[in-house]
């Protein structure tokens, strides 16, 4: 079916206006007040995981529970679209987007160094540098990057793209993913509010990929080249990332977003590749087999332990945060993932997400986290010291010094750190988009204009705060905002169920439950 615009996808100032309006008025007392706007959102994400971080523990196993028994069921055989609709990209594509857009630039930092930080400070209160932190330090890995964040990811995605695609609901919206049990509700201003809430969770979680990536990228391509740190370098940098993902925006998904993906998941491939052959091999696939076991024994566990008794911040500091973290990206993804998803049914989708996409971040740190860890365990490079003294990109870079060809390998991993960065910058753009048009359907895609407003947006508000120093705060708001989000995930699920029920419930006895003409026309 033909992409096409109406007269009523122009922008809608009802999410448009109240999403800059929370944007403005977090970065404002930042610029305003540079010492006591930091110590506010720092407090109130203190009091967010320190007074219910056992709620994001529980929300994270119910989530993949729930998604597994979806799976699982009779429901899901469901398709999202009509009996006629094929899938819009290919397999390849479609996941290759789909992991991408999830992950961006993060993995490519944390997958070196964050078995490091657990295998100097391990949890468990097991001792530092021993070689069970080192086991801990492989499984903690896998488990904070596997089948529960892409739980989270994954909800979201299945009640928009059922609105979208069966319930043929126009607007690609939060909101209307939960009129199963909001109603009318989720066309009043209750509504546009939760989508201006989304709004600025994307653009935060946005915040804290620049905050990760420009530094890294500025520190590589200054020993690339010879050139000091600055500013401006740092403006440089995001100003190469925006004339990219910007371009990739405006080609829309199939000529944009959708290349650029493939050439993400080849390059990192590659990558990754390399790396295994020169590296301890034999450590790295015995580290993997022996974390996933160690991980799947232990998911429960892991996925409960507050240490009450101990009082550790272990799972404060990494599991609360991370799981905070997945929550406030997971609208972004969800409509994103709901908008390339016309065609596939609900298990497809949920295995695409929850294995493939769990499978993709344990290569890297199977791969780049136990190459690193080696080199720390051998003494071939104190990895621990540099990480304390110089923070991750001294430490990235050292690691990629030890590379055969470091300088050739430098460079193709700058390249890579910037189209990873530029699919998730573009997925952002694209779903910010959406989310700001007035009724848009499953078929369509905004407006190329509005798209661009939200590219130029988001580079804007990265400059602003690359000069203020406050990515941090966006970064840790982005955190709190995940916290008012867990109910509306609960509501998503509940909508999705009532909608199941209504319009497939009584339909058990077929092998591949779609919504055909007749059922449509009887809704």
């Not at 695609?165 to 126009?170: F, K, L, V």
């Not at 509010?193 to 590589?220: E, K, M, N, R």
């Not at 000069?467 to 509306?488: C, F, H, Y």
Request: charged share 10%; glycine share 10%; aromatic share 14%.
């Amino acid at each position: 079916m033909s992409i096409h615009t109406k007269p009523n996808d122009s922008i809608d100032m009802r999410v448009f206006v109240p999403s800059i309006s929370i944007i403005i008025g977090l970065i404002l007392p930042i610029l305003l007040f540079p010492e006591a706007g930091p110590k506010m959102v720092s407090a109130a994400f203190s009091f967010a995981t320190g007074n219910f971080g056992w709620l994001y523990m529980i929300a994270g196993l119910a989530v993949v529970v729930f998604l597994i028994g979806l799976a699982f069921s009779k429901y899901g055989n469901v398709r999202l679209g009509s009996a006629d609709d094929k899938p819009e990209f290919s397999y390849f594509s479609w996941v290759a987007m789909i992991y991408a857009g999830g992950i961006g630039i993060a993995i490519v930092n944390w997958a070196w160094v964050e078995p490091i930080y657990y295998y100097t400070s391990p949890p468990f209160g097991i001792e530092a540098a021993s070689d069970a932190a080192a086991e801990w330090a492989l499984t903690y890995g896998q488990f904070h990057w596997g089948l529960t964040p892409w739980a989270f990811y994954c909800l979201p995605a299945i009640p928009i793209a059922y609105s979208m695609y069966i319930r043929n609901q126009p607007g690609i919206r939060l909101s209307v993913a939960s009129r199963g049990v909001l109603g009318r509700h989720a066309d009043g201003w209750g509504g546009s509010l939760l989508d201006a809430i989304v709004v600025f969770g994307i653009v935060g979680g946005v915040g804290t990929s620049l905050g990760l990536a420009v530094p890294l990228v500025s520190q590589l391509i200054g020993g690339l080249f010879g050139i000091a740190p600055s500013f401006m370098l740092d403006v440089l940098v995001l100003g190469i990332w925006t004339a990219i993902f910007t371009t990739s925006v405006w080609f829309g998904l199939a000529k944009g977003i959708r290349i650029l993906s493939d050439i993400n998941v080849i390059l990192a491939s590659s990558l990754l590749a390399f790396t295994f052959l020169v590296g301890n091999s034999l450590f790295m696939i015995e580290g993997a087999v022996n974390s996933f076991g160690q991980m799947t024994s232990n998911f429960i566990t892991m996925s409960l332990w507050t240490d009450p008794v101990s009082q550790g911040t272990f799972s404060k500091d990494w599991t609360v945060f991370y799981w905070a973290w997945w929550i406030a990206y997971a609208p972004m993804m969800g409509l994103f993932v709901a908008r390339i998803s016309r065609g596939r049914t609900i298990r497809e989708l949920i295995i695409a997400e929850l294995v493939f996409g769990s499978l993709g971040c344990w290569m890297f740190f199977a791969v780049w986290g136990g190459y690193a860890l080696d080199l720390q365990i051998s003494g071939t490079l104190d990895v621990a010291t540099i990480l304390a003294d110089g923070g991750i990109p001294a430490a990235v870079q050292a690691i990629l010094d030890t590379l055969p060809m470091s300088w050739l390998v430098t460079l193709i991993f700058v390249i890579l750190c910037f189209i990873f960065l530029a699919t998730t910058l573009d997925s952002a753009a694209y779903v910010l988009a959406s989310v700001t048009t007035r009724k848009l359907s499953g078929y369509q895609e905004p407006k190329r204009s509005t798209r661009l407003i939200w590219a130029f947006l988001i580079a804007g508000v990265g400059i602003v705060l690359i000069q203020m120093g406050g990515l941090r705060p966006v970064q840790t708001s982005t955190i709190v905002v995940a916290l008012p989000m867990i109910p509306v995930l609960l509501v998503l699920a509940w909508s999705l169920m009532r909608w199941l029920k209504e319009d497939f419930g009584k339909k058990t006895e077929e092998p591949h439950l779609v919504f055909d003409e007749e059922t449509s026309a009887s809704k």
